[in-house]
């Protein structure tokens, strides 16, 4: 099976550097769901370069600045990534997601990514 990542066309990048690019989440969260991955393909976050991680944290930025210029209704973020199969990854190819939220987009946003387990969402 091939990696949906390692063949991204130019067209499809919203952002860029010179390790990574970025694209709109295909199944969005939210308006300007964003992906940020590393051109060189490594499994995930952990085995990201010191000059992958640097620009990484340079497009979430970048990225963030730019979405809440083009949406005045941005209000907060979610980032996030999924580790390893029971983390939840299903495509083995790092990826950030930089979730872009609004005020009230759902009833009771507290305790964020900890809803990665429903339950403990709350506390």
Known sequence: MSCPFCNVSDAMRVGETSLLFALLDKHPVSAKHTLI?????????????KDEYSEML??????R?????EDDRITGFNMGMNCGESAG???MHCHVHLIPRRSRDVSDPRGGVRGVIPHKQSY
Do not use: A, G, V
Not at 58 to 63: G, K, M, P, R, S
């Open 89 to 91: 990854q299903t495509i």
């Open 65 to 69: 600045t730019r979405w809440m210029l």
């Open 37 to 49: 991955i590393p051109k060189r393909h490594c499994e995930n976050f952990f085995d990201l370069s």
């Open 58 to 63: 340079y497009l979430l930025h970048d990225l």
